[in-house]
C-alpha cells in the first residue's frame, strides 16, 4: 500500500476461510500470497491482538526488517513506531470504506465460493477507482 498523503495502493484479494478461524499471527495462506507475488515488505503493521511469537514464525519467509504489533514494545525510534501505527489505522479506514462503499458488510451470495466471489468483486471495484484517482 502506498502511505503517502492522499494516495492509496491496490488491495490484494485475501485468503479467506470458512468460519471465524482463530489465530494467534498471520494466516499462513497470506503468506504464500505475498511470496506467490514475489512481495517482500520491509516493513509489516498488525492489530494487538497478535502474539509475538507466532507472528514471528509466520512472517519468516518474509524476512521483514520491522514487525510492528500494537501495544508491543519493540525496539526501534518512538517516531517509526508512531509512523506504522498510523499505517495500521489508515488501513483500518481502507477496509470501513470497502463496507460501507463496496458493500462488504454482508455477502449476498452464498457458501464460500459465494463470499469469494462478493469480496473478489468489491476489490476490484476499489482497485479501479483507485487506479481512476491516480490517472
Known amino acids: 500500500m502506498n502511505t503517502k498523503p492522499g494516495r492509496r495502493g491496490f488491495i490484494l484479494p485475501s485468503a479467506s476461510l470458512l468460519g471465524n478461524p482463530g489465530g494467534n499471527g498471520p494466516r499462513p495462506e497470506t503468506v504464500a500470497e505475498l511470496r506467490r507475488l514475489g512481495l517482500s515488505p520491509r516493513e509489516v ?13 509466520a512472517l519468516a519467509p518474509l524476512a521483514p526488517e520491522r ?16 509512523r506504522l501505527g498510523r499505517d495500521r489505522v ?24 459465494g ?4 469480496t473478489g468483486w468489491a476489490l476490484f471495484a476499489d482497485n479501479v477507482e483507485t487506479y ?4
Open 67 to 82: 514487525v510492528e504489533i500494537a501495544g508491543r514494545a519493540s525496539p526501534g525510534s518512538t517516531r517509526t513506531q508512531r
Open 45 to 57: 503493521a498488525l492489530d494487538g491482538g497478535l502474539q509475538t511469537k507466532a507472528t514471528a514464525e
Open 115 to 118: 463470499e469469494r466471489t462478493w
Open 90 to 113: 489508515g488501513a483500518e479506514g481502507r477496509i470501513s470504506h470497502l463496507k460501507r462503499r463496496h458493500g462488504l458488510r454482508r455477502s449476498r451470495l452464498k457458501g464460500g465460493e
Open 132 to 135: 481512476g484517482l491516480s490517472t
